[in-house]
């Protein structure tokens, strides 16, 4: 009767081998700022208020993590430039080419493979 009976551990490899084939991560995604023009301490302070630069470095991969940053970022980007007297800016994010602002927010992007966020600082406060 032993014989007949398989260890139970074989009913779940299939399973755990899928498991583990589709949850391996996927690459971490380029990402590039540019900003013009640019100061350190304004580079700096864009760069603290990105949540997309702060995904990067703790190497988040999922796709809809980093589309969720990258959209919160358009505001977070603005409002750190309006507090260094900045204003008119215009703020552009790619997604592998794509503006984000033009993805769906419910959308499913399979992966993602490089962020540009680019930024043209408008002008200064008081210099018209």
Request: avoid cysteine; charge should be positive; proline fraction near 9%.
């Amino acid at each position: 009767m032993k014989d007949r009976l398989a260890p139970p551990w074989t009913a779940i490899r299939l399973p755990l081998l899928l498991f583990f084939f589709f949850s391996v991560p996927s690459a971490a995604f380029e990402l590039s700022l540019r900003i013009d023009p640019a100061t350190p301490d304004l580079k700096r302070s864009l760069a603290n208020a990105s949540l997309v630069l702060t995904a990067k470095r703790e190497g988040v991969t999922n796709p809809q993590d980093i589309l969720a940053a990258v959209q919160a970022d358009y505001g977070r980007l603005v409002s750190a430039l309006y507090e260094h007297g900045y204003y008119g800016p215009v703020v552009s994010i790619l997604v592998d080419g794509r503006e984000a602002s033009a993805i769906p927010p419910l959308s499913h992007p399979t992966g993602v493979s490089r962020v540009d966020v680019i930024v043209s600082t408008g002008t200064v406060r008081g210099k018209l």
